[in-house]
């Protein structure tokens, strides 16, 4: 399990929503160290360069293994198929987290993976509670805001708003921004552009760059 819980470790979870072909992978990747870091991903699509697993027996074996080479690794599961299959691998992040280490844990397309809008359950909602003090830092990957669990959007510090689909979704994300529904409804297709608001400062507009 989490060993070395430390407190003051900032809140750094993030939470990026957009509508397909936002740009939300290539903003992850601008957000998480390239070289040098832990990453764990759930990331049904590959969208992450990391080194792929499809079944979870084999990514909780290397992922052991690679923690207790105490080198820096970047793991994915890739083959979820329900949410079971998310809370299990929230469990196996769990077991090495630490808070000497920071480790960086990608959540891809999140909300398809939950049984609702309302609290994370198990696994998830445990890890948006306590990650944090054990050196966990979390990105929360959905479409819409509605759709995610609300310990999710109330537990990242720091939201990302790229293109949105309507109205219905700039509303959601309005809601946990408090930039107006119109003014998120003018970010322009195919250039990286997303509202972050982190918690307790303004809004603020923001590019991200392409990268490999």
Request: glycine share 10%.
């Amino acid at each position: 399990m989490a060993v070395n819980k430390n407190p003051a470790l900032e809140a750094r979870h993030a939470l990026l929503i957009g509508a397909t072909g936002a740009g939300k992978s290539q903003a992850v990747k601008n957000l998480v160290p390239r070289r040098g870091a832990r990453v764990i991903a759930f990331d049904p699509d590959g969208d992450h360069g990391c080194h792929e697993f499809d079944t979870l027996p084999a990514f909780a074996k290397q992922l052991a293994r690679a923690d207790r080479s105490g080198k820096p690794y970047r793991l994915a599961y890739t083959g979820a198929t329900k949410p079971g299959d998310l809370q299990k691998f929230c469990e196996c992040v769990w077991a090495v987290l630490d808070g000497n280490k920071l480790t960086h844990v990608i959540l891809e397309e999140a909300a398809q993976f939950t049984t609702g809008s309302g609290p994370a359950q198990e696994a998830l909602g445990n890890l948006y509670l306590r990650a944090r003090k054990y050196g966990g830092i979390l990105y929360g990957i959905g479409q819409r805001a509605a759709e995610m669990p609300s310990t999710m959007r109330m537990n990242s510090a720091h939201k990302y708003i790229g293109v949105l689909e309507g109205m219905m979704d700039a509303k959601a994300a309005s809601a946990m921004t408090d930039i107006p529904p119109e003014t998120l409804l003018k970010t322009p297709p195919g250039e990286l552009r997303f509202w972050h608001r982190e918690n307790g400062r303004e809004p603020e507009y923001i590019q991200f760059k392409y990268l490999g």
